[in-house]
């Protein structure tokens, strides 16, 4: 029977690699068959059923709901993390201008909005989870010297949403989940020791994304494809993108050489402005109206 069973998932799994699409239809009726005949238990053939739907899933696609959820998820377990900043002006005005961005990126809607926040931290950071998640501490606000600077910080993040980026990391470990789906759903029922340890592993997938997004941050090329991202936005809506190059100055002199957030998480400073200069070059000085310099002083104050 042990055969059997394991044979079943072998299946599954040799059909997903070959990129089966039916795999829960032919798995579930083998697996009816199997308990029918009194080969395998109710109970192992329910196993069997829920990791051949796994393995379909593999392939489809998320909607942009799945994408809501997983980051409303995510930005929950940031926010175990750090504490929300509850100023209500400065919120409105972080929201003001991240609304403004996003709606001029290629990705001007998802599935509930976009949506920005301030953390109550020194430590220079910001997070880009994905449904349209913007979170971006006190820290790296600033670092910020006007309002152009501030709008340079929100297009980037905009930037990683429009591009995919959290969403990549989770879809790049689909194939492991499924996996270890299997390993747990034989794990019930063989009571394989190894595979019980991988029922272990199965549980710390949430953990392994987290740590992607918080603790290790996304690929060098993915900040600067968002950095890139962010020079369009900003000039879309009319900002300048010189103050992408100020900011990343500003930060690169309040980052120390053991300090956390970005400069854990992301490529340095220097690094960043090399690679977006020839993109710079003919932005030109940005030019400040009254108007953005005034809002921006007075949510400062406070910030």
Same mark, same amino acid.
């Given at each position: ?19 089966? $699409?039916?795999?829960? +239809? ?20 329910? +196993?069997?059923?829920?990791?051949? $739907? ?8 998320? =909607? ?40 001029? +990126?290629?990705?001007?809607? =998802?599935?509930?909005? &976009?949506?920005?926040?301030?953390? @109550? *931290? @020194? ?22 010297? &006007? ?29 492991? +989940? ?13 009571? @394989? ?25 996304? #690929?060098?090329?993915?900040? &600067? ?6 020079? *369009? ?16 100055? #500003? ?22 402005? $090399? ?5 710079? $070059?003919?932005?030109?000085?940005? *030019? ?5 310099? *005034? ?9």
């Amino acid at each position: 029977m042990r055969n059997l069973l394991t044979a079943f998932f072998i299946l599954c799994l040799l059909m997903v690699a070959q990129g089966c $699409q039916t795999v829960g +239809s032919v798995a579930s009726i083998g697996a009816d068959i199997a308990a029918a005949t009194g080969q395998i238990s109710l109970k192992q053939a329910e +196993s069997i059923k829920r990791s051949a $739907q796994a393995a379909g899933q593999a392939f489809e696609e998320f =909607t942009p709901e799945n994408e809501y959820y997983i980051g409303r998820t995510i930005t929950a377990n940031i926010l175990n993390r750090y504490k929300v900043y509850e100023n209500r002006d400065a919120t409105v005005y972080v929201n003001l201008i991240g609304q403004t961005l996003a709606r001029a +990126s290629d990705k001007p809607e =998802t599935f509930n909005g &976009y949506h920005f926040l301030i953390l @109550d *931290t @020194d430590e220079i950071n910001a997070f880009a989870a994905p449904g349209g998640f913007i979170l971006v501490s006190r820290g790296l606000i600033r670092c910020c010297r &006007y309002e152009d600077a501030l709008a340079a910080v929100l297009a980037h993040e905009v930037g990683h949403v429009q591009l995919g980026h959290g969403m990549g990391a989770i879809q790049a470990g689909r194939y492991t +989940s499924l996996g270890r789906i299997v390993g747990v759903e034989l794990a019930k029922n063989l009571g @394989d020791k190894q595979l019980a340890q991988a029922a272990e592993v199965f549980d710390g997938t949430v953990g392994d994304i987290m740590k992607t997004l918080v603790d290790t941050g996304y #690929q060098s090329s993915q900040e &600067y494809a968002a950095d890139k991202a962010a020079v *369009t936005i900003m000039q879309r809506v009319g900002y300048n993108p010189m103050a992408l190059k100020d900011m990343l100055e #500003q930060m690169a002199g309040r980052l120390g050489p053991n300090s956390g957030g970005f400069g854990k998480t992301h490529p340095s400073p220097q690094k960043r402005l $090399q690679n977006i200069a020839p993109v710079l $070059q003919e932005t030109g000085t940005p *030019t400040i109206p009254a108007v953005r310099k *005034t809002r921006f002083d007075r949510m400062m104050a406070n910030i």
